[in-house]
Nanobody, 127 residues
Framework: QVHLVESGGGSVQSGGSLRLSCAVS????????VGWFRQAPGKQYEGVAA???????RYADSVKGRFTISRDNAANTLYLQMSSLKPEDTAMYYCAADLASYRRFSLQLLPAEYNAWGQGTQVTVSS
């Protein structure tokens, strides 16, 4: 069973930076695509960034140029470096893995296709 645990959230001022980590156990993340999602209060899940098994990545337009997704396959850990944070980035952030290996090269940011989720880490950006 794949288990994901996020860390690194917190409160920062607008323009600040944070680095989220997601430690994965139970399987090797190099086999799968992984991603970061967020949910603000009263809103639906939003795909933030995806990393395919071959290393390609994709970003939501709202974070492009500010966020960077990366993975350390040796450490079985996923990261999200967030810079130039804005108040609208405030949300609970989740890492997720898609365990369907046939989709491991896909960069779709569809929450329904990801079937292993962490518990989330809160990011709050004040103006």
């Amino acid at each position: 069973q794949v288990h994901l645990v996020e860390s690194g959230g917190g409160s920062v001022q607008s323009g600040g930076s944070l680095r989220l980590s997601c430690a994965v156990s139970g399987d090797i993340i190099s086999n799968y695509r992984v991603g970061w999602f967020r949910q603000a209060p009263g809103k639906q899940y939003e795909g933030v960034a995806a990393s395919a098994s071959d290393g390609r990545s994709r970003y939501a337009d709202s974070v492009k140029g500010r966020f960077t997704i990366s993975r350390d396959n040796a450490a079985n850990t996923l990261y999200l470096q967030m810079s130039s944070l804005k108040p609208e980035d405030t949300a609970m952030y989740y890492c997720a893995a898609d365990l369907a290996s046939y989709r491991r090269f896909s960069l779709q940011l569809l929450p329904a296709e990801y079937n292993a989720w962490g518990q989330g880490t809160q990011v709050t950006v004040s103006s």
